[in-house]
């Protein structure tokens, strides 16, 4: 393809008087008492053609490669700069070089860019790609290291496929029933989703069950696709009237528009003073009961899961209760008051519980603390309860441990502060290794009990 020359115009047309002009400038848009603003208003196809492209290639070519300096002199340059940079720093920009062509271009802070223009990026990707080799030919093709594609063509896709569906259609696989959970064989080729059952009694009763939990259609059958309350027939929802999701029972169930369901939920919000619904917390407890209901086959429609949600949501709300704990922190400290004493104040045994961050499962914690005031000291029993708030967070024993140190050293600034913790992780009791009688042991250290007497003593005060 030839590529044709560019053909600039030489001039531009005055679209009030129809005189032709290199420039269009605002002395002559001063005898139409008009400005340069008020012109493009009135005509907006002239943006950007107020000079002909003859005298635009001209003012680019003088100044194309070309600095500042040389352009405008040193006096004027160093004002255009100073400008430049004061609007740069208003607008958080910077200038980058572009890693293809070198070009200087202006950017946001944040931006990763790297190059000026769209046929760069292009440019910077192809050089980017590299060596692979086909799964099925093993010759060598160019790709994108973030690209997935492991076949040179289509037709090697194609005969890789052909050739995995013959060697599948003696390969045979063990499976376990979704319902009974007895382990069967299969061919390979034949597993989909309706082929996990050893029997057709199993596929039968799974199917029922699946069918028992379908509250939408059962609320549809019995009450029609209609809004309960203005007989809308769009956007319908299926509404627990207890808040309750796992409570399936016919005359719980209310079909209702979405703007009526929201507007449901306002009512009962002025009533009762409160949400009434399921927290995020509830939601995801459903969704786990309906997962080892997929799994395993749990029958969640027993009476003993009605209310499993709202009892979990609560349990974690005073589990949890010591996640973003600072202000809390803070007052348990300031009720401090001074004192004279200068001995070791300890609190030895203080049990509390905790929850595995890796496993959510309980950790059981003794904790043996100890400091030296420094003319200030706080009860024993605030000191187990920063004990205690420090604990209700899902976090690693080490972090708790030097996070009770931490703490005490910001609040009281006592001379020294020393904390041995003493856990039982119920991922390795209940789980996994299996090991009931092992207690992982951590300790921090701060201040003066570097000293080993100062340690010692301490040692000596709780048994060790």
């Not at 803070?330 to 961050?357: L, Q, W």
């Amino acid at each position: 393809m030839i590529k044709k020359e560019v053909e600039y115009v030489d001039y531009v047309v005055c679209q009030i008087c129809n005189k032709k002009f290199n420039r269009i400038s605002n002395t002559h848009l001063k005898k139409h008492n008009l400005t340069t603003k008020e012109y493009l208003d009135k005509f907006p196809f002239q943006m950007g053609r107020m000079t002909s492209g003859v005298l635009g290639k001209k003012y680019g070519d003088a100044s194309r490669n070309k600095t500042y300096e040389d352009i405008y002199g040193l006096s004027k340059a160093k004002i255009i700069k100073e400008k430049k940079s004061k609007v740069m720093t208003k607008y958080k920009l910077i200038e980058k070089s572009c890693f293809i062509c070198g070009k200087k271009y202006i950017v946001k802070e944040n931006s990763d860019s790297k190059y000026c223009s769209r046929k760069c990026q292009f440019e910077g990707l192809r050089k980017e790609k590299v060596k692979k080799t086909c799964l099925n030919c093993n010759e060598e093709f160019f790709d994108f290291p973030s690209s997935e594609k492991k076949f040179c063509s289509r037709k090697c896709f194609d005969e890789r496929t052909m050739k995995m569906s013959e060697i599948n259609k003696n390969v045979i696989m063990s499976v376990c029933c979704l319902m009974c959970g007895k382990s069967f064989d299969k061919k390979l080729n034949k597993i989909n989703n309706r082929n996990f059952f050893c029997s057709k009694e199993c596929k039968t009763r799974y199917g029922k069950i699946k069918r028992k939990f379908d509250y939408r259609k059962k609320a549809y059958a019995q009450y029609g696709k209609i809004c309960d309350r203005c007989n809308s027939v769009e956007k319908l929802i299926v509404h627990h009237k207890d808040g309750n999701r796992l409570n399936n029972d016919i005359f719980n169930l209310q079909v209702l528009c979405r703007k009526c369901h929201m507007v449901l939920h306002k009512e009962l919000f002025k009533t009762q003073k409160r949400f009434v619904g399921q927290s995020d917390i509830e939601q995801g407890m459903v969704s786990i009961l309906i997962g080892l209901r997929k799994a395993f086959g749990l029958d969640i429609t027993n009476e003993n899961f009605r209310l499993t949600p709202k009892r979990f949501a609560r349990a974690f709300y005073e589990i949890f209760e010591g996640i973003n704990n600072k202000k809390e922190l803070h007052d348990i400290a300031e009720t401090s008051f001074p004192s004279s004493y200068n001995g070791m104040i300890i609190g030895k045994d203080i049990r509390v519980f905790s929850m595995c961050p890796h496993h959510f499962l309980p950790v059981e914690y003794i904790v043996n603390v100890g400091y030296i005031p420094n003319k200030k000291t706080i009860g024993i029993s605030k000191l187990t309860r920063v004990v205690e708030l420090l604990s209700k967070q899902p976090e690693l024993q080490e972090m708790f441990t030097v996070e009770i140190a931490n703490v005490l050293m910001r609040e009281l600034k006592p001379k020294g502060v020393i904390v041995q913790v003493k856990g039982r992780h119920f991922c390795m009791v209940m789980r996994g290794v299996k090991q009931i009688d092992s207690w992982t042991l951590t300790s921090s250290i701060k201040g003066v009990f570097d000293k080993q007497k100062v340690r010692e003593e301490f040692m000596m005060f709780i048994g060790k």
